[in-house]
């Protein structure tokens, strides 16, 4: 049933609503207008007694004015006039109450009934006496009868009154008792009214709230929030075809830009594999470039070089390229690890052995060693790109002989390890930059790769300070001097 | 107010209206009901016998409380009594009311009757119309009456005639001899009455001749109250106290509670008060208030009660066992000062 009427048209159930409640205020005027007129009705009956009893009073004395009439003139037409007016009497005379009542009134109509027929009686009398000439006897009969009329007369008079009395109590009661109830009608009326009035607000507020919340829904969407639940429906009246619709609708869109997101995720996936792919290649490229200058490979082939030159019986040969060998095996095998001075000046001897083939003896290299130093840690390929800078930017430009000091001490905790040479010298320009770890020129064709700057910032990293290396020049043609402070607790065990 | 409506769901509105229609449907089932009540009388009561009363001066409270006994006891009887002259708004005197019930086919009269020849003729006249006919505190002892209800007259003028002589005793009064005023109703052919009168007369007599010296004389004078319309009893009772200081009673014995007042109220405004005695007749309550103001200084109170409740008595008798007894006689009581409060307090009781 409740399904059913959910399932109507929202016109229908507009309009059932709305003649529930008339009616309902429609059968509630029309109780009460009965209610009314029942008892207007009541009011108009209140005054009924007294016209009947009007009549009596008019009939009683047509019968006594006929009477008299048959008396003085003794015509016909008065007897007939009495005889039509006695009857007349005796009928509204016979529906008088005879029972003896409570009430005042009843017991007053039961003595004019009983009075009125004994009146009739004499009058009777009278007019028999009249008819037989007895002078006497209807001269006393009419005295009689005439004093009952008296009697009755008075009776009605008092009784009309007394009537009159009660009725007007009654009256003013019933008027009382109508106006409470007009009072109380309009109650119910107002009550009524405030009781539809909420059950429209009620029922339309039923239909409606589907689409309150079908609104708040699509005000959602609008903003663009997509993540809503679906709208329950429970009728399947207009609103409930468009909070299906609506619901559809929306389940469509999630879905759709689910789809597109997916699509969009794999298009990211693809693009990414693309690129790894393509850094995949490169390293592959460099791999192989690398792999062609690998100096283990170049080691090798040295090596090669030189067991071919000692069965030649070229010793020089072979001990350069022994040399340069071992140069390049301390490449590849300390390339990045901490090593010990004394490594390291071996790799500088090696060095500048191979310099000195190169470049047919030209420096000349000292070394005074403090030899218990020998074991202190530094890291590797530090000397060596010092010597370098000597020869490349110090001595190779110089005139006369080049000369390379390697000196080694102790000074407190620290190992100093001093490298002088006697070349062209660096303006003040040259030794700021230098300090301050900036590349000074990128001239790298003849170089091992490793420059100042590198070799000071691994400096400064391995000794956690920057007082580590200081770079001193006495000015152009008077030499440069390098000294790295090391600590010698950094020593390792041998 | 959506808030509060959507608190309601639709069984509380449901309920709601089925709430208010029912409370409408009850105050119209209320309303309906209560109009019908409205025109409904007493007329649904009825009795199986109609008496009447007819009695002079029934407006009284004396007659009143006669008439309420009647009432009480025929109603127990499933009769009405009815006082005829209360509902009609001509006055018409005992005779025409007589008339009238007779006319009216009543079940039974009780009647002031008194020994006049029209009400004899009256009272035969309905007994041959089989309208049993009761006596009440006046008797017509020729008539062929069903029964007389009365006080014993004669025993209430030595009641009387005692409390002068009480009196006589108990007060001083001036001049040489006390004067007794009785009044009586000068139209009145009852019998009752001068019974009534001649009693207080042979006991002051006897009293005067008994004990002469222990108290002065008493001289008892009957005076005719002219009761002949409503306003001439008040006249002739204002007519004693206008005589002249000399000639004004020292005591009045008034022998019917309409007099009993009238000579109250002259009393009061002829600043006579203490110097008139008042002997007074039945308990009404302003007599009452008389005797505790010392302006009355007893009353002489009929059972009443019983006045009324004999005359119906007779008439159910008579209707049950074709006859009753020719005589009913009411109780009477003094009533003074001293035990005043008492007997209000009965009273009181009684209601």
């Known amino acids: ?73 003794k015509t016909s037409d008065s007897l007939e006039n009495y005889y039509r007016s006695a009857q007349e009497f005796s009928e509204l005379t016979e529906n008088l109450n005879y029972r003896i009542t409570g009430s005042t009134l009843g017991r007053m109509e039961r003595s004019i009934k009983n009075m009125s027929s004994l ?34 007369n008075t009776y009605i008079y008092s009784l009309n009154n007394e009537q009159f009395k009660e009725n007007s109590e009654s009256y003013r009661r019933m008027l009382d008792a109508f106006r409470q109830f007009e009072v109380a009608g309009n109650l119910i009326m107002v009550v009524v009214i405030l009781t539809s009035t909420v059950l429209i607000l009620k029922l339309t507020s039923n239909i409606i709230r589907p ?54 995720e794999t298009e990211r996936l693809l693009k990414e594999k693309e690129l790894m792919m393509e850094t995949h290649l490169k390293d592959a490229q460099l791999k192989y470039l690398q ?39 301390y490449n590849v095998k ?20 191979i310099l000195n083939v190169r470049f047919s003896g030209d420096i000349h290299y000292e070394k005074e060693v403090d030899k218990s130093l020998l074991n202190v840690e530094m890291p590797s390929m530090i000397l060596q790109p010092i010597i370098e800078n000597c020869v490349n930017h110090g001595i190779r430009e110089m005139m006369g002989e080049g000369r390379i000091k390697m000196k080694v001490y102790a000074m407190d905790d620290t190992a100093c390890i ?15 930059r230098l300090r301050n770890g900036r590349p000074v020129s990128d001239d790298k064709k003849d170089s091992n790769g490793i420059g100042m700057d590198n070799v000071y910032a691994r400096l400064k990293l391995f000794a956690g300070t920057d007082d580590v290396l200081s770079i001193e020049s006495d000015g152009p043609g008077k030499g440069s001097r390098f000294t790295i402070y090391l600590d010698i607790k950094e020593k390792r065990d041998v | 107010m959506r808030k509060i409506l959507s608190k309601l769901n639709s069984i509380t509105v449901f309920i709601i209206t089925g709430v208010m229609l029912g409370l409408t449907g009850l105050l119209i089932f209320f309303f309906l009901s209560y109009s019908k009540t409205l025109s409904r009388t007493e007329q649904d009561v009825t009795y199986d016998k109609y008496y009447v009363m007819i009695t002079d001066e029934a407006e009284s409270s004396f007659w009143k409380s006669v008439y309420d006994a009647a009432l009480k006891t025929a109603k127990e009887e499933n009769a009405y009594v009815e006082m005829i002259s209360n509902n009609l708004s001509r006055d018409y005197s005992q005779t025409e009311l007589m008339e009238i019930a007779i006319a009216s086919d009543v079940d039974g009269i009780i009647v002031t009757a008194g020994e006049s020849e029209r009400m004899t003729e009256l009272i035969n006249r309905a007994y041959e119309a089989g309208i049993p006919v009761v006596t009440l505190f006046n008797d017509n002892t020729q008539s062929e009456r069903l029964s007389f209800v009365g006080v014993g007259n004669y025993n209430l003028g030595k009641e009387y005639g005692n409390l002068i002589i009480k009196m006589a005793n108990e007060k001083m009064f001036p001049g040489n001899r006390i004067k007794v005023t009785v009044l009586v109703d000068a139209g009145s052919e009852d019998s009752g009455q001068n019974v009534l009168a001649a009693a207080i007369q042979d006991t002051i007599a ?36 206008v005589q002249g200081s000399t000639k004004i009673p020292s005591i009045v014995v008034c022998l019917n509670e309409n007099d009993t007042n009238s000579v109250y109220q002259a009393v009061v405004d002829y600043n006579q008060v203490g110097l008139v005695n008042i002997l007074g007749y039945y308990d009404s309550e302003a007599i009452l208030k008389g005797i505790e103001r010392d302006v009355i200084y007893a009353t002489l109170s009929i059972d009443t009660q019983q006045l009324g409740q004999y005359c119906v008595d007779a008439l159910t008798e008579y209707y049950e066992l074709g006859n009753t007894s020719q005589y009913f006689t009411a109780d009477s009581y003094v009533i003074n000062k001293k035990n005043v409060n008492e007997y209000r307090g009965e009273a009181v009781d009684e209601k």
């Open chain 1, 334 to 353: 300390k390339g990045t690890r901490t090593v010990t001075i004394g490594e390291e000046l071996e790799l500088v001897d090696n060095y500048i052995y």
């Open chain 1, 119 to 152: 009146y009739l009686e004499e009058v009777g009398q009278t007019i028999d006496a009249k008819r037989g000439r007895n002078v006497e006897k209807y001269r006393t009969r009419y005295e009689e009868a005439t004093k009952l009329y008296g009697y009755i």
């Open chain 1, 1 to 73: 049933m409740k399904n059913k009427l959910k399932n109507l048209p929202i016109r229908i159930k507009m309009t059932g609503i709305s003649l529930a409640v008339n009616m309902l205020v429609f059968m509630i005027n029309i109780v009460l207008l009965i209610a009314m007129n029942n008892m207007s009705d009541k009011i108009d009956t209140v005054y009924q007694a007294n016209l009947q009893l009007n009549e009596i009073s008019t009939s009683i004395k047509t019968v006594q004015d006929s009477m008299v009439e048959y008396l003085g003139t």
């Open chain 2, 206 to 241: 006897k009293e005067n001749g008994e004990n002469a010296g222990r108290h002065k004389p008493i001289e008892v004078s009957l005076v005719a109250v002219d009761a002949s319309n409503n306003f001439s009893v008040e006249e002739s009772v204002r007519n004693l106290f």
């Open chain 1, 211 to 264: 689409l309150r919340s079908l609104t708040g829904m699509a005000d959602e969407v609008a903003k663009g929030n997509f993540e809503i639940d679906t709208i329950p429906v429970n009728s399947s009246d207009e609103i409930g075809v468009v909070t299906k619709a609506f619901n559809k609708m929306v389940v469509n869109i999630q879905e759709y830009i689910e789809k597109m997101r997916e699509s969009a």
């Open chain 1, 418 to 432: 001093r490298i002088e040479d006697n070349g062209i010298g660096m303006d003040e320009e040259t030794v700021d």
């Open chain 1, 291 to 329: 792999a062609q200058i690998n100096p283990h490979f170049l080691f090798n082939t040295l090596n090669a070089g030189a067991q071919l030159a000692m069965m030649e019986g070229a010793d020089k040969t072979y001990e350069y390229v022994q040399v340069m060998a071992e140069f390049f095996r």
